[in-house]
């Protein structure tokens, strides 16, 4: 069963999204939506901030998004949602995880280029104009700024221990260099650290701190965006 939809409907109803809004965001959202690796990640094992679901964290910053949008002219709804959409694609559920990496190669850093990945091979209808695919992966990248991202250069190798490794491989050659273009910018060190080029990943980011904020519900969380361990949630899913 297809379970986005009744979420999508609580929140147009948090937000007090009038009936002509929600058929604009829907029609520009609902292929991702339906999408089973979306499906997936609006429920368990899928947390993203404390107890709430990535999906469901998705789709807020995509209406946060859209309410952005509309204050600001001369911007691409359509990308700027499609940005919110594809963000936090990332592969596994990061809290928790148990596994060790390397500082710059943890979930914080590299999250935005697993998402870039999956997206271009899940979502290629998505890609079929140079511009708007360098608007998208340029957004999805930067989504953290004012924290960096991982820089990517090669597929050659797992350097950034990408959970996603094999995908990487299946991603088009063109968007496999947005990426690396994108990633590299404003470069120190093993980072990249600058916000997107375009008005639509920019206004996405802010999105995303908003609802991020909101969505962090106390000490662990917070903690564990740095840790990556969330103690109250292992506490919480064993009641
Ligand atoms: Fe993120
Ligand atoms: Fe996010």
């Known amino acids: 069963m297809k379970t986005g939809i009744d979420v999508l409907d609580k929140l147009f109803d948090k937000y007090k999204i009038p009936n002509s809004d929600r058929i604009i965001i829907f ?33 807020q910053d995509v209406i946060v998004t859209y309410l952005l949008c509309k204050k600001n002219g001369n911007i691409n709804i359509s990308y700027a949602l499609k940005i919110a959409m594809m963000h936090d694609l990332y592969t596994r559920p990061w809290q928790n995880s148990g596994v060790k990496k390397e500082f710059f190669h943890r979930h914080g850093f590299v999250h935005p280029i697993e998402a870039v990945i999956n997206s271009s091979v899940w979502f290629q209808d998505e ?20 924290l960096p991202v991982t820089s990517y250069n090669s597929y050659d190798e797992n350097i950034l221990q990408l959970y996603n490794y094999e995908l990487s491989k299946r991603v088009r050659p063109d968007l496999r260099e947005i990426l690396i273009d994108s ?14 080029k375009f008005k639509e990943g920019r206004i996405m980011s802010f999105a995303d701190k908003i609802v991020s904020i909101s969505d962090i519900d106390g000490t662990d969380s917070i903690t564990s965006l740095i840790t990556g361990k969330n103690k109250r949630l292992l506490k919480n899913r064993m009641i």
Do not use: A, C, W
């Not at 608007?135 to 953290?144: A, K, L, N, R, Y």
């Open 27 to 59: 029609d520009s959202i609902k292929n991702i939506l339906l999408h089973d690796e979306f499906q997936r990640r609006l429920k368990d094992p899928f947390y993203h901030h404390g107890n709430i679901m990535l999906g469901e964290h998705i789709l």
């Open 127 to 146: 890609f079929n104009d140079s511009k708007k695919s360098e608007i998208i992966i340029d957004g999805i990248v930067h989504h953290m700024y004012p």
């Open 183 to 196: 990633s590299n910018r404003s470069r120190i060190g093993e980072v990249s650290l600058t916000r997107s």
